[in-house]
């Protein structure tokens, strides 16, 4: 009897799916939370592909990591249909494609955002650090908000005064201000709360 009523129990809809959301969260927060403690310290690594500017994948032995720049900040590139191209958005993909793909990395980690690792990245071979290197060719803005250290904001002062790719425009809009005003277009899918919120809604229908 006590089978058939735990068997009732958990064949309710709202109370299934609630469970298995619960059960898929606390694992991918398990995964992510040890990711995080596993990659505190820098690391070598190689650069095999860039998603845009300043986002990266990095692969150190058999784990690749998506490496977001510390301080050097590049044009958008749109995500989806609805979204447009920011200005010098895909020079500054072409440039670091051509530069840092394929090269032995140092990756010197600072926190962790929206999955990605947000670090210092420096080519091994050349010792050139990558963020202050798309500043220099004005491939990419300086986010003030995190404390940039004085050389990057120096060539970011240099590249501005020249004229440098972004700033050859009058006013360039911030590769922030750009994704604030994209960002209505873009689906937030994968946030905890939203996958609950979706879960819970399918089954009330269901029910």
Same mark, same amino acid.
């Given at each position: 009897?006590?089978?058939?009523?735990?068997?009732?129990?958990?064949?309710?809809?709202?109370?299934?799916?609630?469970?298995?959301?619960?059960?898929?969260?606390?694992?991918?927060?398990?995964?992510?939370?040890?990711?995080?403690?596993?990659?505190?310290?820098?690391?070598?690594?190689?650069?095999?592909?860039?998603?845009?500017?300043?986002?990266?994948?990095?692969?150190?032995?058999?784990?690749?990591?998506?490496?977001?720049?510390?301080?050097?900040?590049?044009?958008?590139?749109?995500?989806?249909?609805?979204?447009?191209?920011?200005?010098?958005?895909?020079?500054?993909?072409?440039?670091?494609?051509?530069?840092?793909?394929?090269?032995?990395?140092?990756?010197?980690?600072?926190?962790?955002?929206?999955? =990605?690792?947000?670090?210092?990245?420096?080519?091994?071979?050349?010792?050139?650090?990558?963020?202050?290197?798309?500043?220099?060719?004005?491939?990419?803005?300086?986010?003030?908000?995190?404390?940039?250290?004085?050389?990057?904001?120096?060539?970011?002062?240099?590249?501005?005064?020249?004229?440098?790719?972004?700033?050859?425009?009058?006013?360039?809009?911030?590769?922030?201000?750009?994704?604030?005003?994209?960002?209505?277009?873009?689906?937030?899918?994968?946030?905890?709360?939203?996958?609950?919120?979706?879960?819970?809604?399918?089954? =009330?229908?269901?029910?």
């Amino acid at each position: 009897m006590s089978f058939l009523k735990t068997r009732q129990h958990w064949s309710h809809p709202v109370i299934y799916i609630i469970w298995i959301v619960g059960v898929t969260l606390t694992s991918l927060n398990t995964q992510v939370a040890t990711k995080c403690l596993a990659i505190e310290s820098p690391f070598d690594g190689t650069m095999i592909g860039a998603k845009d500017g300043d986002t990266y994948l990095v692969k150190k032995d058999a784990t690749v990591y998506t490496i977001q720049l510390h301080w050097g900040d590049c044009p958008e590139i749109a995500h989806n249909s609805k979204e447009s191209d920011q200005p010098f958005g895909r020079e500054a993909l072409s440039y670091a494609t051509h530069n840092y793909v394929n090269k032995k990395v140092h990756v010197v980690p600072k926190s962790y955002s929206y999955l =990605r690792l947000v670090a210092d990245v420096t080519v091994i071979e050349n010792g050139v650090d990558v963020a202050t290197d798309l500043v220099n060719h004005g491939y990419a803005m300086v986010d003030q908000r995190y404390h940039p250290s004085k050389e990057i904001l120096a060539a970011e002062a240099k590249a501005k005064a020249e004229g440098k790719g972004l700033w050859n425009q009058k006013n360039p809009t911030t590769p922030w201000d750009w994704r604030n005003e994209q960002r209505p277009t873009r689906k937030q899918t994968g946030s905890p709360k939203s996958i609950l919120d979706r879960a819970i809604g399918k089954a =009330r229908k269901a029910a």
